[in-house]
């Protein structure tokens, strides 16, 4: 049998010739990944090099690009060991290339490198590569922190130096953006994050013309036909165009969050306080251990007066004057009765069960419906032929089709290159971007999909 590649997400990819090559990623069982794949893009098949050499550590939010006939491989993060308790993330600044010729690793050493980072971005310019970005954490430092420092990495001395970049203002610190080499002298820069609740949509240039380097500002316009978020979705340039990868416009579910003003706020609920109240309790209540599944907590403390007013919302108000004859003809209850008032009540008790079991089996219903509804990836097309004009500026194109059909799940975390004519995606957590903090149970939705993404010449 052929093989078969781990599913993973938060790996790197880079496309050299006809193949594709993809290092480490990570998995829902607190795993990383150093080993190395390649996807023959004519045969659509996985290859899995004996590789030979000094392995790079498992990792994941590395960065790879191919120079020549070598990947270079730098940084990236992963989980902190068991033993001893309560150590944060281990960040790297090691420097790997694959020399894909003779098949071999070699770890490269220096005196001046950059501090261990993650979630950088890079890009090769000439005969040297510049990262930018990511989180950081200095030798001295306990925490990371994010970053806007610009290195360069000679690749002829292998030597690095720490880059001062002119400009009255550069992008603040973020990590989780996309890098795309406009041509050998500029760099461009889009979207971000800063942090839980700072998410970013702004663009940059980062020109390097000269010894002197300097940041310009870019305006976006049509931001409507934007996407929603810009940190979790690689981006590929096709041509003067830069194509993203994102939940569709016409979305037929809400995510637990949505985004206005910068920001991230709950979705509002109106008219139905049950509603909001129940969608409080899936938010947080999503251990498969409570309960024997994923939590469904069993009844409600009658003392609770949130819980009598729920309970109360769900008795018939009818007056028992007003309820029909039928509710309180129960053939099939022998038991005797002291009172008529006491058959009164049992039959009222009676129709309440009924009526909860409606609303339960409701309920289901409309779970069962949200949950088999697909959010599938739609094509955003930013247009970047006038982002190096005296003032730059970019367009969000409108959208030209009715998005992906057949297209993959919505998808964050994976990998976007540009093949043989075709965008080749890879990978990531088939989940929305918004809920993949606050749900630790990701091992259904880790995937190892491949996509091969084509559109007409009318979209891109």
């Avoid at 990495?153 to 996309?178: A, T």
């Avoid at 795309?180 to 760099?187: C, F, M, P």
């Avoid at 939590?295 to 403390?301: A, D, I, Q």
């Amino acid at each position: 049998m052929a093989p078969t590649i781990t599913k993973r997400y938060s790996h790197a990819a880079a496309v050299h010739g006809n193949s594709m090559y993809v290092f480490g990623g990570c998995t829902c069982s607190m795993t990383t990944f150093n080993d190395l794949w390649r996807l023959d893009l004519s045969k659509r098949k996985w290859v899995r090099p004996l590789t030979m050499g000094t392995y790079p550590s498992p990792k994941a939010c590395g960065t790879m690009a191919c120079y020549k006939d070598l990947l270079i491989l730098f940084g990236g993060w992963t989980y902190p060991p068991s033993y001893p308790l309560h150590q944060t993330w281990h960040l790297f600044n090691e420097l790997h290339t694959y020399d894909i010729a003779g098949n071999c690793w070699t770890c490269i050493n220096t005196d001046i490198t950059p501090p261990p980072t993650a979630g950088h971005s890079a890009s090769i310019h000439h005969n040297f590569m510049v990262v930018f970005g990511g989180l950081q954490r200095a030798k001295t430092a306990v925490h990371s922190t994010k970053t806007n420092d610009v290195w360069k990495l000679d690749l002829d001395n292998w030597m690095w130096e720490k880059k001062d970049v002119l400009g009255n203002m550069g992008p603040v610190e973020r990590y989780g953006h996309s890098q795309t080499a406009l041509d050998d002298e500029n760099i461009f820069i889009l979207g971000g994050s800063g942090g839980p609740s700072f998410y970013y949509n702004d663009a940059w240039v980062l020109n390097m013309k000269g010894d002197i380097w300097r940041w310009i500002p870019v305006e976006v316009r049509n931001t409507v036909d934007a996407p929603s978020n810009l940190w979790c979705n690689p981006v590929c340039k096709v041509d003067d165009k830069i194509i993203v990868l994102n939940r569709g416009r016409q979305s037929s579910s809400s995510p637990l969050m949505y985004f206005s003003k910068g920001v991230w706020a709950p979705p509002r609920l109106d008219g139905d306080p049950d509603a909001q109240r129940r969608n409080s309790q899936r938010s947080i209540d999503t251990d498969e251990n409570v309960n024997g599944r994923r939590g469904v907590l069993k009844g409600l403390k009658r003392n609770n007066p949130d819980a009598d007013e729920l309970h109360q919302r769900h008795v018939p108000k009818l007056p028992l004057r007003d309820l029909p004859l039928a509710a309180f003809n129960n053939p099939d209850d022998q038991q005797p009765s002291t009172s008529k008032e006491e058959r009164r009540m049992e039959n009222l008790r009676r129709v309440e069960e009924k009526w909860k079991g409606i609303q339960k089996q409701k309920e289901k219903a409309a779970e069962l419906k949200t949950k088999h509804k697909r959010n599938l990836l739609e094509m955003y097309v930013l247009d970047i032929s006038h982002a190096l004009d005296d003032r730059p500026y970019v367009t969000w194109l409108p959208p030209k089709s009715s998005g992906l059909s057949n297209g993959p799940e919505e998808t964050i975390l994976y990998t976007l290159v540009e093949g043989k004519a075709e965008l080749v995606m890879f990978g990531g957590i088939q989940k929305d971007p918004t809920s993949f903090a606050c749900d630790t149970n990701l091992s259904k939705q880790v995937s190892n999909s491949l996509h091969f993404i084509t559109a007409p010449k009318y979209v891109i």
